[in-house]
């Protein structure tokens, strides 16, 4: 049971550079979430997706895009990469998004930006 | 959607109870309480979660007073691969939790 798979987990990026990280869920849950998280910051919300198709601004969307076309993917892509985006990205799955239903992360992406 | 606030930190000796504390005095009626905790290097993992009784698991158990305004996760006996950074969240949708810094704790062995 893979559960929430996100790659690469390491990548070194140029300023100005693009690229996209992948997050593949194999739980058939209908939410998949993107959030950066950075020292002493916690996490915070990149974007969401409610279904396939579909995504919606987090709380840190600038900077960002996301493409939800398959149910299983949930990819972040970083257009003209930035120093502030250095941090850890991590990828959530839920079945739901509230009440009893909780979330299953990945083990992180780590992206620096030069 | 329920602010919550946790300490920073807490420390506690190896097999020894532990009791990590959380106000979320702006809970609504239908808000579930999640905990979560991240060990180093790692994504977050749930623990356990409840709405308005008390609940076990055999991870942790996790009391939640009467008027839901605080609640508190117990460890029964800490071990050191308990060391991590534990996050109370309350929300009536993920779409909008905001996880803060959550309660580092450290294990003493």
């Known amino acids: 049971n893979a559960g929430v798979t996100q790659t690469p987990k390491f990548r070194v990026l140029k300023t100005g550079q693009s690229m996209t990280l992948l997050c593949a869920q194999d739980?058939?849950?209908?939410?998949m979430y993107w959030y950066r998280q950075d020292p002493g910051m916690g996490l915070r919300l990149i974007h969401y997706?409610?279904?396939?198709?579909?995504?919606a601004k987090g709380e840190v969307p600038d900077g960002y895009n996301v493409s939800r076309l398959k149910k299983q993917n949930f990819l972040l892509g970083l257009e003209s990469a930035a120093p502030s985006q250095t941090s850890v990205y991590f990828c959530?799955?839920?079945?739901?998004?509230?009440?009893?239903?909780?979330?299953?992360f990945g083990a992180g992406s780590r992206l620096t930006v030069l | 959607d329920a602010k919550t606030t946790q300490p920073n930190s807490m420390e506690s000796n190896e097999e020894e109870p532990v009791h990590l504390p959380c106000n979320h005095s702006?809970?609504?009626?239908?808000?579930?309480i999640h905990w979560y905790r991240q060990l180093p290097s790692q994504g977050p993992e749930y623990v356990i979660h409840?709405?308005?009784s008390n609940v076990n698991n055999r991870m942790a158990s996790l009391a939640i007073a009467e008027d839901r305004k605080s609640s508190t996760l117990i460890l029964h006996r800490a071990t050191l691969r308990d060391a991590a950074v534990y996050y109370c969240?309350?929300?009536?949708?993920?779409?909008?939790?905001?996880f803060g810094i959550g309660t580092k704790l450290q294990v003493i062995p």
């Open positions: 702006t809970i609504s009626g239908t808000d579930y």
């Open positions: 969240i309350s929300s009536g949708g993920y779409q909008k939790v905001t």
């Open positions: 959530a799955s839920s079945n739901t998004g509230v009440g009893a239903n909780v979330l299953t």
């Open positions: 997706s409610v279904g396939e198709g579909t995504t």
């Open positions: 409840g709405l308005t």
């Open positions: 739980m058939n849950h209908e939410y």
